[in-house]
């Protein structure tokens, strides 16, 4: 089965600029996660769509980020307008199951964002 | 919210050698999974285990629920092992997302 495929795999762009990625979820997965890595750290959640639906963008910086889902598969972040400190890995996830559930997360490439 | 923490933070290892990575929770958890990040940045599933123990050839994985902890195996390291292994969980309420450790980085030298 196809993986969960991310555009594009690098980006960089001044700060204030804006930026948007792209992701398409394994094939009939129900929940769909960005996640920001920063060089060093673990993944931290953004935001976590259930289908189409939002289950939890309590970490998404919403006066500079935002997502969507339409029709429950593919997805988008944007970065608006980016600054210094958004530089780092985004990384796409997809899961089976609802989150409550429990099912194993599989993830995309990533896209590295460097702000200059 | 949980707290995810690993040990050791760094780890060297001859090709051959085995290892043991840890990762203690802090809260009861429904859903503790382990990743492999190559050193090109992909970040792979190597096991779900919220419970008991499960083995894909030269790695296991154990999961005692009840102590709060979860440890990896890795059984003749080589140098494809390397990388940075990461333990996530989640709590068993309404929906919420895994918790990532900081991780543990492993260089396995030939």
């Known amino acids: 089965e196809a993986g969960v495929a991310q555009s594009p795999r690098y980006k960089i762009i001044e700060k204030r600029q804006s930026v948007a990625f792209w992701c398409n979820p394994i094939s009939g997965h129900a929940t769909l996660y960005w996640y920001q890595q920063i060089l060093g750290q673990g993944p931290k959640l953004l935001i976590q769509f259930q289908n189409n639906g939002v289950v939890d963008d309590s970490q998404l910086p919403k006066d500079r980020f935002s997502a969507e889902r339409l029709k429950g598969v593919d997805s988008t972040l944007k970065i608006q307008p980016a600054k210094l400190e958004d530089s780092a890995v985004y990384l796409c996830?997809?899961?089976?199951?609802?989150?409550?559930?429990?099912?194993?997360?599989?993830f995309g490439n990533g896209t590295r964002l460097t702000v200059t | 919210g949980i707290q995810v923490e690993q040990s050791p933070p760094d780890l060297i290892l001859q090709e051959g050698a085995n290892s043991t990575l840890r990762c203690n929770f802090s809260d009861s958890v429904n859903n503790l999974q382990w990743f492999h990040q190559n050193p090109w940045g992909q970040l792979i599933n190597l096991f779900y285990?919220?419970?008991g123990t499960k083995q894909n050839g030269r790695l296991s994985a154990t999961t005692v629920a009840t102590e709060r902890y979860s440890l990896l195996y890795i059984s003749s390291s080589q140098t494809t092992d390397s990388g940075v292994y990461f333990c996530?969980?989640?709590?068993?309420?309404?929906?919420?997302?895994?918790?990532f450790g900081k991780g543990t980085r492993l260089s396995v030298i030939a």
């Open positions: 285990i919220p419970s």
């Open positions: 996530a969980a989640s709590r068993p309420s309404g929906n919420t997302p895994l918790v």
């Open positions: 996830a997809s899961g089976l199951y609802r989150a409550a559930v429990g099912s194993p997360l599989h």
